[in-house]
């Protein structure tokens, strides 16, 4: 059978009972004692065997206990190459496991250069191949058409960056235009008919999402009335600030009765957790899953 | 001294009397017989050794003819961490041969992740170091703010998107605010401190450019009454249907009473000429020499 993302992502996501993406932010100046080698130069080699220990004792964490990783592609561009060959083995590694991978990756270009990205990461001869990606809409929808093509041969998923998590994204995004809409809200509308095209045949959700941030609840809404379909990737939740159930704005209840329609995104509050800079392996393991286990347990709690 | 991107570029334009960059864009489709190995699958080492070797070919042609070249980084991610080494080994040796390399990545990504990504190609300890690169700007002011203290601490240059080539840049790009300005003109608008305060001690250019499309000169003209220092990137030229004279919209009269005020890409019109798919190298060799020749005959004429 076609794999769907968005029919595979929810129906995982509801054996679970929560929808938390873990984020893999590898800052190179936040690796743990266990893990750090060196004075972690960036294109030093020592430095990405580090990090794919890290990332590595990180999945292993993670078990069967979610259902989506999101390797944020900057810290491993921030390597050099060594950066995307560690990638390449953690994104393979994690899909091994039964993990689900989107790759934060935010790229936009026009048609052959889009292609490009849609081959190098969810083609069928990508390396990396990713699940699903983010995307950005400035360029306009003729530079997401490759990507969607991809996604509708390849059972791919794509988020569109509609209204982002950091405080400046009112400054374009949020623009009011002569219609009396505000600019991410025009995004919003320009996909709706591809993201209901691209519907799973079991769940109904679409494998086109839109990226938006925990910490604009209001703005949630807007896009959800607009694309009602539409998986939501939602950062910002724990360390930018948002709380779970203002990440859960936008999500609907699926036939269980929970919230559900996305993925609530945590990085930092899961990879550096208070307690996990330490030496001491059975220490390390133990604040991750404490952590791990705390955001599990608040949006399985707040989805009810 | 301090090096200043903007100064150094037009310095170098008016000594070689056009503003033609050459784009490094390897559509894997498209390298010529005498280059190609086997059947390019994109992750075969043998791919990128063919790449490697297409680009360092071309940037023996290219000599010190012209000021600088745009690497596209889809195309080296289309294989793998394989083709981020290849663009590493391409970049160190284009600058090596006094080159200026802009990185047409066109990132953007909220705070600590845009630090990573400037970082990457920007910072001192950057594999490969660039002398600018392109941004994207949809997530706000505060996005692009890692990349300006970088460019101000290294003295590198930033070309932000503001009206791209394609034909649906359109969809969001021009959408019409309620203050009656097209949002392209308030991307433009909110660049223009910076831009102001990263203009050079010599030319009084900015390293603080934009991208604006060959294929629209009625906008670069909009965008040249709001950033009255910045330099243009201009795609479009050439294989995308822009001309020469519409390409140099925007730009002004320097002291020697050429035009100038930017950088005119040429990707495929220089990379993949008429005649030049072919196993000879003399006749390779012709084309490439005679496209380049035509290209800046072309813009130069039409620059004064």
Known sequence: MQRHFADDLIRRQRELEHPLCVGLDPHLDRIPALFRQGSMEPSAPRTAVAIEAFLAAILDRLGDRVAV???????????????????????ERARGQGLQVLLDAKRGDIGSTAAGYAAAYLGPQAAPTCDAMTLNPYLGRDALAPFLATARE????????????????????????????ALFEAVAE???????????????????????????????????????????????????????????KGFVRGPDGRLEGGLVNSSRGILFPPGSDTADAAAWEGAIDEALARAIGELAEASV
């Open 69 to 91: 990783v999101k390797p944020q592609i900057a810290f491993f561009e921030r390597l050099g190459w060594r950066g995307l060959e560690v990638l390449a083995r953690i994104v």
């Open 154 to 181: 390849c059972g791919r998923g794509l988020f569109v960056l509609v209204k982002t998590s950091n405080p400046g994204s009112g400054d374009f995004q949020d623009q009011r235009l002569e219609d009396g809409r």
């Open 190 to 248: 320009a996909l709706a008919k591809d993201a209901h095209e691209l519907r799973g045949p079991v769940t109904g959700w679409s494998s086109l999402g839109v990226v938006v941030g925990a910490t604009y609840p209001g703005e949630s809404e807007r896009v959800r009335a607009r694309l009602p379909h539409s998986l939501f990737l939602v950062p910002g939740y724990g360390a930018q600030g948002g709380d779970a159930s203002a990440a859960l």
